[in-house]
């Protein structure tokens, strides 16, 4: 087997991607701009170039097993990336086989959240567990479930999307997706701004937060505030902790995981957050459940992650 | 391989077990009562007695692959029944292992809705299908959930218990599991006709249903009034029909299945129930997952259909 991957990370500004080796270290990384290409045949050219130069200056050419893609929407069934949002491709995007064209490596593609599940799992915190949800904590909050050591895509490539279950069935929030009450628009980084909007506007008592131009409220504000003892910044935490910890003890009755694990900038509000989301996920658990599903943090260094995560794809591409 | 295999149902009144064929064939089939033994090894003779006569009757010694068994809060895994409800037997009850032993033959234990779900992958609707969702609106509501053509156990071998996702979180159903705004608390049979008895209780309009004492009121009082058309009773199909599919929404979020599979009485409400759950699971579909799950109903005949289930299992049996 030839002894690296690629890991490709295709994000709305930049595109990401980087050599991996069997032990999951990034030999070496560079990026391009996402956007700047109206045309996706310039991308894949700008692409080609940058990522050749990478593996030249690393003595890797010809060494690369295959090449993973982490896309929003992507499907690993098909190789297509089945919508875009602000990148004006056509869709759907055959983007494997673009890529694999290109390059004459095999190639093999998959939304974002199902790259950092299979990363996490082969050199992160889920190594050795073969039952596990990864929930990504970004601007929307996204899900990659594996269950007997295998990623779930279901019949058609787009299981996994637990940022959308309902958890507000009345005068829920409106969510991207067009329905209303879905789990994201609660406890995502957005939503923990649309909370913080929503608590200012509805009580009175007094808050860091209210220093800052309320539409400019981000979640890393409200962090901030709790950290310093804002008592309403620490009960926007209490509030998105308790319904994210009601969510998993429903999900723990679909695939009962060891463990879920946490990736994305939320992740790391630390007890602010763990703290309410283990209580919450317990009161909420059906009996046989209690006291068995671990909370546990990604284990991938963040600037990686993305990297690390498709690149893992790549052992499997053929 | 040896051309038979035996499938056991245990139910809290009756315990039914039959020798099947490959093709899925119940060649004979025959039962004891469960709950007259006190003591879980007088009811061991019993079973062995009776197994052990039918398979003489059907020259099926000596033939037998293994044995499947279907019962209440079996764990696959273990080969124990972890809980008994109105059964006094001590509990784990390593029963995989004691049946073995007593007939020489491999054992291999389910619960009952996981045994539906193996059923109909092997002998049922669900044949051809790797990626689908079994449902048994029973008493309760229990789920079989099937994932690239394997049954999701999760980690410990208790998942699949989507009677108990949450579906009402402020003023829901006590359930029996100790939370409240279970699934099963609305659309099990005994939730049917607890949704008859609240809306008699609020409402004050005609209905066939007020001719029946309010606590004797069963889900088939239901459908005989909402068939012979009685306004009140059809609402109760649509009230449930909604809730459910609502549910199936978020289990596709989940998995994505190509079908979710209906089995148990209620299941047998014709579109009463189909019509609203088709049009209540669409309207809360996701967008990208709108038209693309089918509502099947099972296809095993009803009689033979927990035997067949559980004799699935003895195929896999060591």
């Known amino acids: ?29 560079s990026s391009i701009k996402t956007l700047k290409h109206a045309d996706v045949n310039d991308y894949l050219d700008d692409l080609h170039e940058g990522l050749t130069r990478l593996m030249e200056a690393n003595d890797a050419v010809d060494k690369i097993h295959g090449i993973g893609i982490g896309a929003p929407n992507a499907n690993f069934y098909t190789g297509t990336i089945e919508r875009l949002v602000n990148i004006p491709w056509p869709t759907p995007l055959p983007l494997a086989q673009m890529v694999s064209e290109k390059f004459g490596i095999p190639v093999a593609i998959t939304n974002d959240a199902n790259a950092a599940a299979i990363g996490e799992m082969t050199y992160g915190a889920a190594r050795g567990i073969k039952n596990f949800i990864m929930i990504t904590l970004g601007t929307g909050v996204g899900s990659g479930i594996v269950i007997n050591g295998q990623l779930v895509y279901g019949h058609d490539g787009f299981a996994g999307e637990l940022g959308h279950v309902i958890m507000k069935r009345n005068n829920g929030r409106l969510c991207g997706c067009g329905r209303t009450g879905c789990l994201e628009t609660y406890c995502s ?130």
């Open 189 to 318: 980084a957005s939503g923990v701004a649309r909370t913080a909007r929503e608590f200012l506007e509805l009580r009175s008592d007094d808050s860091l937060l209210r220093n800052i131009t309320v539409e400019d409220i981000t979640s890393k504000d409200v962090y901030d505030a709790a950290v310093n003892g804002d008592k309403l910044a620490q009960e926007i935490f209490e509030f998105t902790g308790n319904i994210l910890g009601e969510a998993f003890a429903d999900f723990t009755t679909f695939s009962s995981p060891e463990a879920i694990i946490l990736f994305g900038g939320l992740a790391k509000s630390g007890e602010l957050l763990l703290r309410p989301l283990r209580e919450s996920m317990e009161r909420n658990m059906m009996p046989q459940f209690k006291g068995k599903v671990k909370i546990l943090l990604s284990e991938l260094k963040e600037a990686d992650a993305a990297v690390l995560g498709a690149s893992a794809l790549g052992w499997e591409a053929k």
């Open 1 to 29: 087997m030839k002894p690296y991957v690629v890991g490709i990370d295709i994000g709305g500004t930049n595109t990401v991607f980087g050599i991996v080796d069997a032990r999951g270290v990034v030999i070496a990384s």
